[in-house]
């Protein structure tokens, strides 16, 4: 068996329905290892990338897409961000993961200092002690509250809080449409200046621009819903179509705290998950919260029945130690904010 690695300073040096083929394959593959989404990373952002591949007798079998992220005065390996990675084999896995981790040392250099997996499966528990063996250490700082699609609406709003439900009803008392806006420049542009004032009434970093605009190239996956309540403009939210692992993604918000008595977050999330319901998904994803019940965020979210499920982040020190310098970094900004 013959299997080479190498590293890829562009998502176009390699075939696009070859990379795909791993990430079809690949039982952990997502819409994030998608030739398309790091394409759009690549051309929307100025993250640097340095994706790992893995060939066997010159047809992919492994990868692990990879940019370069500043961590402060230094840089870290991110798999990937935006999104979810970590890495992912078609075919002879052992084999396949131990490359690719090796590898991932041996592109480190200058100021990158750090590795790291942000990944979405929970099923990549499967290789915990392969990256701990490699001097990663697994981290859970975040989840994300799922909603399993096998029943019906009615079965659904049951499961939610008394809270939701009588919020949908008064929501649904109004005079409203939601509809699926196609993705444009113009449309994109305009859901992003909402989108901004959402991060910044949360004091999070909005993504570029840039970035966003890409996501038109990547319309068979995105699903743009936007609510009017008596002919009025009354927010969108933005989802991804993760087809791999059967589950529509809650990504972006458009929806402006002027327009919360219109019930906008109840209707919008509704209307995305009978869009799930009615083309079969088998997961509606509230995406990405802080693991703490007393957050009002995870409280908001936990509220429309889902359940929590931890989202995993693995990492590591290039070299090994350097990781314990990172932490004692983060903590001592813990301690002085």
Request: glycine share 6%.
């Amino acid at each position: 068996m013959s299997l080479d690695v190498s590293v890829l300073s562009s998502i176009e040096q390699t075939n696009r329905n070859q990379w795909n083929h791993v990430v079809e394959n690949a039982p952990l593959g997502s819409l994030y290892h998608r030739y398309e989404w790091l394409q759009a990373i690549e051309s929307g952002t100025e993250k640097e990338p340095k994706h790992l591949l893995v060939e066997k007798k010159g047809n992919p079998v492994g990868i692990l897409p990879n940019v370069v992220n500043p961590v402060g005065p230094v840089h870290r390996l991110e798999s990937v961000m935006p999104g979810f990675g970590g890495p992912l084999a078609s075919t002879d896995e052992k084999e396949v993961i131990e490359l690719l981790l090796r590898a991932v040392p041996e592109i480190c250099d200058g100021t990158l200092f750090f590795s790291r997996f942000q990944t979405l499966d929970p099923g990549y528990i499967r290789y915990h002690e392969h990256f701990r063996q490699h001097g990663y250490v697994l981290d859970v700082n975040a989840c994300r509250f799922v909603i399993d699609l096998s029943v019906d609406w009615e079965t659904l709003l049951k499961n939610m809080s008394r809270t939701r439900r009588r919020n949908l009803k008064r929501g649904n008392d109004q005079t409203y449409t939601v509809t699926e806006t196609p993705l444009t420049a113009n449309t994109l542009s305009s859901f992003y200046v909402d989108h901004t004032a959402v991060m910044e009434r949360s004091e999070i970093p909005a993504l570029p621009r840039s970035f966003i605009l890409e996501l038109e190239n990547l319309d068979d996956r995105m699903r743009l819903f936007s609510l009017q309540v008596d002919g009025e403009e009354s927010g969108s939210i933005l989802c991804h179509l993760n087809d791999e692992q059967s589950t529509i993604h809650y990504a972006y918000s458009g929806i402006r705290s002027e327009w919360f008595d219109n019930y906008a977050s109840e209707l919008l999330h509704e209307h995305a998950i009978r869009y799930g319901l009615e083309n079969g998904y088998e997961i509606y994803d509230l995406r990405r919260t802080s693991p703490d019940f007393r957050d009002g965020l995870f409280q908001f979210k936990s509220q429309f029945g889902g359940k929590a499920v931890p989202l995993m982040t693995w990492e590591r020190g290039c070299p090994k130690p350097a990781r314990n310098v990172l932490q004692v970094g983060r903590t001592v900004l813990t301690r002085f904010r």
